[in-house]
Structures are given as C-alpha cells and as structure tokens.
C-alpha cells in the first residue's frame, strides 16, 4: 500500500527535505525502508519505515546501491518486524539517527548504532560495512 500524504510530509519534515543519501532537495520520493514482496504490504508504511531520497537513489537502492543502503539503514530486510531497531546515517547530519514513532530522528553516536545494527543483523551488517566501504567504530 502506498503511503499516506501525511506520514509522507512528516518524514520529509523529519529528514530536513532532503535526499538521505545525496542531500540534494530536488526530485523527492518515498522510500519504504522495509523491502516489499510481491503484492505490496497490506497497510501503508509508518514514519518509522519511511524514509526520504532523491529519484535517482530510490531507483538505485534497489540495483547497485543495495549494498550500503542496508549498511546504512535506508533500506531494512523485510523480516525485521520494526524498523525502529534499524538506525540510519543522514548525511546531512553526518552521522546516525534512530527514528522514532513520533516523527523524531534522534543523533545517536557510531558505537550505538553499530550496536543497534548488530542486535539485528549480527555479522552480516559488518560484512555489508566491508563490502560497500562504509566505517565501522572499530575500523576506520
Ligand atoms: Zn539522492
């Protein structure tokens, strides 16, 4: 399901109208953080499971970006039953935010977050981290 006008102006509000990968604030479209099977979802994505980036990194998340957008929490596997337990890096604000229901990014430091992302992943978020370049707290 698609989602809603208001959830959708919230997360741009939230992710300060730009793109969470490239910061541009042109050409704005929803990410649904949570990967999507066939048929879509049957309700439309919380706050918390949307994110916002440009058309041009919405289209590659899904091809040649997957990798470190999973690194980076803009995109979540789809069995991960809240997509609040998966931080995301902003570029904007040059590091992680955890999201909450209420709309909030909340800064978070390296170390939690690679916490967070280990809670979830365990060593597959280390090995996304190796492959798409992306530091890790204990490997700059
Ligand atoms: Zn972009």
Same mark, same amino acid.
């Given at each position: 399901m698609r989602v809603?006008?208001?959830?959708?102006?919230?997360?741009?509000?939230?992710?300060?109208?730009?793109?969470?990968?490239?910061?541009?604030? @042109?050409?704005?479209? !929803?990410?649904?953080?949570?990967?999507?099977?066939?048929?879509?979802? %049957?309700?439309? %994505?919380? /706050?918390?499971?949307?994110?916002?980036?440009?058309?041009?990194?919405?289209? &590659?998340?899904?091809?040649?970006?997957?990798?470190?957008?999973?690194? @980076?929490?803009?995109?979540?596997?789809?069995?991960?039953?809240?997509?609040?337990?998966?931080?995301?890096?902003? %570029?904007?604000? !040059?590091?992680?935010?955890?999201?909450?229901?209420?709309?909030?990014?909340? &800064? /978070? !430091?390296?170390?939690?977050?690679?916490?967070?992302?280990?809670?979830? @992943?365990?060593?597959?978020?280390?090995?996304?981290?190796?492959?798409?370049?992306?530091?890790?707290?204990?490997?700059?």
């Amino acid at each position: 399901m698609r989602v809603q006008a208001a959830t959708w102006a919230d997360t741009k509000d939230r992710d300060n109208d730009q793109c969470a990968r490239c910061s541009t604030r @042109y050409s704005l479209t !929803h990410q649904h953080r949570r990967a999507v099977g066939m048929g879509g979802s %049957p309700t439309p %994505p919380s /706050i918390v499971d949307s994110l916002t980036l440009c058309f041009d990194c919405n289209g &590659r998340c899904e091809r040649d970006l997957q990798t470190i957008a999973l690194a @980076y929490g803009w995109k979540v596997r789809r069995w991960v039953g809240d997509p609040g337990r998966v931080p995301v890096f902003y %570029p904007h604000l !040059h590091g992680w935010a955890r999201l909450t229901k209420g709309g909030e990014a909340l &800064r /978070i !430091h390296a170390t939690e977050a690679a916490q967070m992302m280990r809670e979830v @992943y365990g060593p597959e978020w280390d090995q996304w981290c190796a492959e798409a370049g992306v530091r890790t707290p204990e490997r700059k």
